[in-house]
């Protein structure tokens, strides 16, 4: 009996986890016009990845990571950082 309780439970679980959406929320890929806009849904800007060091020097915000919205919008990284419109 007990081992029939614990089957069920567990399959309501792994049923229950297959359901809900526990991966991250997905990100729209959307190219900005100019970094004004990029910079009011990502405050720190847009990184190709998480390695990648800023040249300009001190910035404020930590960019956010994410390689095909960076690639999407590579039009405004100025200076070749690999992060575009960081602040």
């Known amino acids: 009996m007990k081992k029939l309780v614990f089957l069920a439970l567990a399959c309501i679980l792994i049923f ?23 910079n009011k849904v990502y405050r720190g800007g847009v990184a190709q990845s998480a390695s ?7 910035t404020r915000y930590t960019p956010f990571v994410s390689k095909e919205l960076y690639n999407k919008n590579t039009h405004l990284d100025r200076d070749k950082d690999l992060i575009a419109c960081e602040r």
């Not at 526990?22 to 900005?32: E, F, L, R």
């Open 52 to 58: 990648v060091k800023n040249k300009g020097g001190k």
């Open 16 to 38: 229950a986890f297959g359901l809900s959406d526990t991966s991250k929320a997905k990100t729209q890929i959307i190219s900005y016009k100019n970094c004004k806009e990029l």
